[in-house]
């Protein structure tokens, strides 16, 4: 049986064997997980899966989303098909989210399965500790060194092995408190430890706290089984896609995304990710520093024009502690308006494209702490019209026209972050400035995917929400010239959705707000085409731009306006 270690091969090999012929790895699986390749491929619960055997007879365990030829390009759509209708026949709708890991889940056969690497087995439950909770159980005031825990420790091992060294009265007593999350806040009484662990395990690890996490992660349909091939152990050093250096620079300022900003989002991430984790520069000290205010580190990554404004989302930030950086909001220093021209003097694009007429007009403006402000008021309004115009466009159902100008072509590429430079502001020899190079190349994780699903999602839902929203302190501007734009745009874009003949269902489905699984969203991104070159979308989007140039034309012309030159005492955040 797989459930068990041998101990001439659950450590991987370098070379591979005649029997297992492994065409890119570097190892040969052990010997436990190729008799589990061969048990789950001759049980009947995965019968008829499609593409099981390669030309040479090997188990096709594997089936990529990016393989772009050959015969078997298609398994991983054929699979996905297959998915479906597992699901369906089990009760599982396959509309709703999340659904084809539960399938995965709920059809396997022993929730038991070895790692790839290195032959461990594994529940694919969660049942294993979580960083988080390791360190509540340390923060326990009757824990000493005797209790040795880490994140491959079952919680159904823990809780025994507590009771063990301590009083089991004080161990059950401390659970509830212990194991509370979002998931689980309610606990029974329990009389002894076999109540204990029977609730653990039927009701707790059932519902997927976050407190803990699974052996093995869904990844159905690449897989054959629907799981990761790495088990929780390994996964770490032999994913590339999952080093705890990755994962760390995988941090999403989704505000990017909510206000429908430019740039590099990808690159950005990144070095806002390794700011926040790398304590040599989260622990530089804040701007603000010799005020005579506290700055405590660790200091965060600030945007030097924020992109609530419409400023880009580039890997440029300046460090802030967190009270300055929360107290900073959506404004603008002095000496933030003259580095972004500094930044533009050297050739580097800082606003985005909804905003740049508006910046363009009153950027030179801009002599001292009043007048930025004053600026920040001013782009609040320009953007205030910028999403109500998209939301227009979203009401109208131009989904395919919004999507397009979200630019998701940033995640068509993985960035490793060559090299971080610390500078001074040339403007304010006070503040640091970081920055990064990246060496970029063509994105083969299938993370690249799941970033354009985030990015479509949270823009899409943010614009709904924000057409919702009626309450507003945003200046309403409407001109009769951009009614004209938009009655020529919408007839443009009705040769667009013509021509491009490109089923959106899935974004109706979100704008309904009925639930869209993360598959589904994924499917039409892989399947939908690039449509920035398209004569028929450069158009509308150039009549787009119009209607803001307009629309910044009108607002600048306001800059001596009451509603820009108040007492700024009792400055307050529009959204």
């Given at each position: 049986m797989f459930f068990f270690f041998d101990n001439d091969s659950n450590e991987p090999q370098k070379q591979p064997s005649p029997d297992n012929k492994m065409k890119r790895n570097k190892y040969t699986p052990p010997k436990n997980f190729l008799e589990y390749q061969k048990s789950i491929v001759d049980n009947p619960v995965y019968s008829g899966m499609p593409d099981t055997y390669c030309d040479d007879g090997t188990i096709q365990w594997e089936a990529p989303s990016n393989r772009m030829s050959g015969k078997f390009k298609d398994t991983h759509d054929k699979r996905l098909r297959w998915w479906k209708a597992k699901a369906i026949e089990i009760g599982i709708n396959p509309n709703e989210n999340q659904w084809i890991s539960k399938t995965a889940k709920k059809i396997h056969p022993t929730k038991l399965r070895p790692c790839k690497y290195c032959g461990r087995v594994m529940d694919i439950r969660y049942l294993y500790l979580s960083k988080n909770l390791i360190q509540r159980i340390k923060r326990l005031p009757y824990v000493d060194e005797r209790l040795n825990i880490d994140e491959l420790t079952s919680i159904l091992d823990l809780i025994p092995n507590m009771c063990d060294l301590y009083e089991t009265k004080k161990v059950l007593d401390s659970l509830p408190n212990l194991l509370r999350c979002t998931a689980i806040h309610t606990f029974p009484t329990w009389n002894n430890l076999q109540e204990c662990l029977m609730w653990i395990e039927n009701v707790y690890v059932e519902a997927e706290p976050s407190l803990l996490g699974p052996g093995s992660m869904a990844n159905p349909p690449d897989r054959f089984d629907g799981f990761h091939s790495f088990n929780r152990c390994c996964r770490a050093k032999a994913d590339k896609g999952r080093t705890p250096t990755n994962l760390s620079l995988y941090a999403t300022d989704r505000r990017a995304f909510e206000f429908w900003s430019d740039g590099n989002w990808i690159t950005a991430n990144k070095l806002m990710g390794m700011i926040n984790t790398d304590s040599n520069l989260s622990g530089l000290p804040c701007r603000n520093i010799g005020d005579g205010k506290s700055h405590?580190?660790?200091?965060?990554?600030?945007?030097?024009?924020?992109?609530?404004?419409?400023?880009?989302?580039?890997?440029?930030?300046?460090?802030?502690?967190?009270?300055?950086?929360?107290?900073?909001?959506?404004?603008?220093?002095?000496?933030?308006?003259?580095?972004?021209?500094?930044?533009?003097?050297?050739?580097?694009?800082?606003?985005?494209?909804?905003?740049?007429?508006?910046?363009?007009?009153?950027?030179?403006?801009?002599?001292?702490?009043?007048?930025?402000?004053?600026?920040?008021?001013?782009?609040?309004?320009?953007?205030?019209?910028?999403l109500k115009i998209l939301s227009f466009f979203l009401k109208r159902k131009e989904f395919l026209f919004l999507y397009t100008i979200l630019d998701l072509s940033y995640a068509d590429y993985d960035y490793s972050i060559k090299a971080v430079q610390t500078s001074a502001n040339p403007i304010d020899k006070a503040s640091t400035i970081v920055t990064a190079t990246f060496e970029k190349q063509k994105m083969i994780l299938k993370y690249g995917l799941i970033q354009k699903a985030r990015k479509v999602r949270i823009a899409f839902l943010a614009l709904k929400s924000y057409s919702q929203k009626e309450n507003r302190n945003g200046l309403d501007v409407s001109l009769d010239t951009n009614s004209t734009i938009i009655a020529d745009i919408l007839t443009n874009l009705t040769v667009f959705n013509m021509e491009t003949n490109i089923d959106t269902s899935v974004l109706q489905k979100m704008y309904d707000e009925e639930q869209v699984s993360d598959e589904e969203l994924k499917f039409f991104i892989e399947n939908t085409p690039n449509l920035s070159s398209n004569n028929h979308f450069i158009t509308s989007f150039s009549l787009l731009k119009q209607i803001m140039n307009n629309i910044g034309d009108y607002l600048s012309s306001k800059w001596d306006d009451a509603r820009y030159t108040r007492d700024f005492q009792d400055e307050q955040e529009l959204f």
């Open positions: 405590p580190t660790p200091c965060t990554a600030d945007h030097i024009g924020p992109i609530s404004l419409g400023f880009v989302h580039c890997p440029r930030f300046q460090l802030l502690c967190r009270n300055c950086n929360s107290g900073k909001n959506n404004r603008m220093y002095f000496t933030d308006v003259k580095y972004l021209l500094y930044c533009e003097s050297k050739g580097e694009t800082v606003i985005s494209w909804y905003a740049k007429r508006v910046w363009d007009l009153l950027k030179n403006k801009v002599c001292n702490g009043d007048d930025a402000l004053r600026l920040s008021r001013v782009m609040r309004d320009n953007r205030y019209n910028a």
